[in-house]
């Protein structure tokens, strides 16, 4: 999963000296959602993992379109700066990592 990827590096690499503890699945079909990867992440990123992953478990449209091209913002205003941070971070680490292909995204 795209969320779950991308708020990982983001907590690695920027919150690195941060205390950080595995992610509390309350939800088995999160669970399954995410594949039983353990998920640790800092208090912030926490957070802002639950707000994201309860927005799009609630997200009426289907198929669901890229929260940058729907015309429903249903992310809080804080939460919605601090996604837009976190895939811009991700998704340059990656491409500067070898994942060349997700340029693609930057231009779709």
């Known amino acids: ?10 907590c690695r690499e920027k ?3 941060a205390a950080r503890d595995v992610f509390p699945f309350k939800d088995e079909r999160l669970r399954q959602a995410l594949g039983d990867i353990e998920l640790i992440l800092c208090p912030d990123c926490t957070r802002l993992f639950s ?3 309860a927005k799009l478990m609630l997200c009426t449209y289907d ?4 929260c940058k091209k729907c015309q429903t913002h249903c992310y809080a205003p ?14 340059i680490y990656l491409i500067k990592h070898g994942r060349i292909d997700l340029i693609a ?3 779709l």
């Open 1 to 10: 999963m795209v969320l779950r990827d991308f708020i990982s590096i983001y």
């Open 105 to 107: 995204h930057y231009y």
């Open 51 to 53: 707000h994201a992953t």
């Open 63 to 66: 198929p669901k379109p890229m």
């Open 15 to 17: 919150h690195a000296g």
């Open 78 to 91: 804080g939460y919605r700066e601090q996604i837009r941070e976190v895939m811009k971070f991700s998704g």
